[in-house]
């Protein structure tokens, strides 16, 4: 697949897991879930639809062909997503972006495909802060020296730190 865009999404629903999400799709006759990956409420990202088949998640604009389906689990018309899952989301969609070189403003809410006629990913997903997450993210890059350190260990420790900072880092 080409991809081009990343569409997010909500499940609309309260499921408890990416399972039940993958087994409510099959009992609709798909193939598999829609999605090429699920956020569940906790944080965790489990992936769905392989990367290498279209997904089935948004008709409009061609977006099943061009765009890699990302749908959180929760009605988020009626809460916003947990801290745990929104910082999943935005990290899957930083390594998503990266490995498919998908610029920030071609990573869109349902509701901002043309011709998607939605409130998906809902109300309390503000996609302008994801963007702006992503953008901000391309400016934070550490390169850690590890000649800088007696021990290797010290360097990935110094790493991970930043990491958790939201730092993207480089051990050189």
Known sequence: ????HIIVH??????????QVRAYHLSLGWRDVGYHFVVERAGAVVAGRP????????LAGGMNRRGIGVALIGNLEAHPPLSAQFA?????????ASAYAIPPANVLGHREVPGA???CP???LDMEEVRGRLRAAGNRLWRVQVGAFRERRRAEQLAAR?????FETLII
């Not at 697949?1 to 081009?4: A, K, R, V």
């Not at 909500?10 to 399972?19: L, P, V």
């Not at 930043?162 to 939201?166: D, F, I, K, Y």
Request: proline share 2%; with cysteine.
């Open 1 to 4: 697949m080409n991809w081009s």
């Open 10 to 19: 909500h499940t609309g629903a309260e499921e408890k897991d990416a399972a």
């Open 51 to 58: 990367l290498a088949l279209p997904g089935a998640h948004c």
């Open 88 to 96: 999943a989301l935005v990290e899957l969609l930083r390594g998503l």
């Open 117 to 119: 006629a939605t409130l």
């Open 122 to 124: 809902g109300r309390y």
């Open 162 to 166: 930043l990491r958790a900072l939201g």
